[in-house]
């Protein structure tokens, strides 16, 4: 059964600490892994990995896969209030099926 | 830009009524998918479509049925609603990515949620 999980489940920090959030997996025909930003309501997109070691970067977040190990991690330097959120990893593979793991909820403290 | 659009926002049924969760995608995506998120918990897939005709179950169908019978609708249909089945619903859509001649399934757009309480 394909598997995902996120650590830690929960996070605090100060605004300007940086953070690394973890994702692991197991599943089937892996095609790629997605990384959303979950606040009050639907998930946004910020991330698509495909590839080994291709970093992904948007502004103070950024991506990186590993499949040999078959994990992920999101950094998020120089941490704002408005980061504050959860954090789904997903994936997705060859049978067109996402799965999630249950998200990384990030404070950040003023 | 609609994107994906899901009625109603928030609903309260009582054990044993039914009733239909919709969801509208403006975006000519071929896949849609159906997610329920219980609090503190990810996403959990009840049904996906790769096209209209076509439907499958996720990891949790049980107690949930899903017609596509147009690509841009996706309606998800409570038969006889249990407690267990409060939770807020997830609407997604995205395209196979052959459709921008890109390789891969691309990013999921989401739509707001219903939140379903089951009394």
């Known amino acids: 059964e394909d598997k995902v999980v996120q650590s830690p489940l929960s996070l605090v920090v100060h605004e300007g600490d940086t953070v690394t959030l973890n994702c692991s997996y197991e599943?089937?025909?892996?095609?790629?892994l997605l990384w959303y930003k979950q606040e009050k309501k639907a998930p946004t997109f910020l991330f698509m990995l495909?590839?080994?070691?291709i970093e992904k970067k948007s502004g103070r977040l950024s991506s990186i896969l590993d499949k040999k190990e078959l994990f992920s991690i999101l950094n998020i330097t120089a941490t704002q209030t408005g980061d504050s959120a959860v954090y789904l990893c997903?994936?997705?593979?060859?049978?067109?099926?996402?799965?999630f793991g249950p998200g990384t909820r990030l404070s950040v403290l003023p | 830009n609609a994107g994906v659009t899901q009625t109603p926002k928030f609903r309260i049924l009582k054990i044993g009524q039914s009733m239909t969760l919709q969801c509208t995608q403006d975006?000519?995506?071929?896949?849609m998918y159906w997610y329920r998120q219980d609090p503190g918990m990810g996403l959990k897939l009840i049904y996906y479509?790769?096209?209209?005709?076509?439907?499958d179950k996720g990891e949790v169908p049980n107690g949930y049925n899903v017609s596509r019978s147009t690509t841009e609708d996706f309606p998800l249909r409570l038969e006889l609603a249990a407690p267990s089945q409060t939770s807020v619903y997830f609407c997604?859509?995205?395209?196979?990515?052959?459709?921008?001649?890109?390789?891969?399934?691309?990013?999921?757009?989401f739509g707001d949620g219903t939140r379903l309480s089951i009394l």
């Open positions: 599943v089937t025909n892996f095609r790629s």
């Open positions: 997604a859509s995205s395209s196979s990515g052959a459709q921008q001649g890109l390789d891969g399934n691309q990013p999921q757009h």
């Open positions: 479509s790769v096209g209209a005709g076509i439907t």
């Open positions: 975006m000519n995506h071929n896949y």
């Open positions: 997903a994936v997705f593979d060859y049978g067109q099926n996402f799965v």
């Open positions: 495909t590839s080994s070691g």
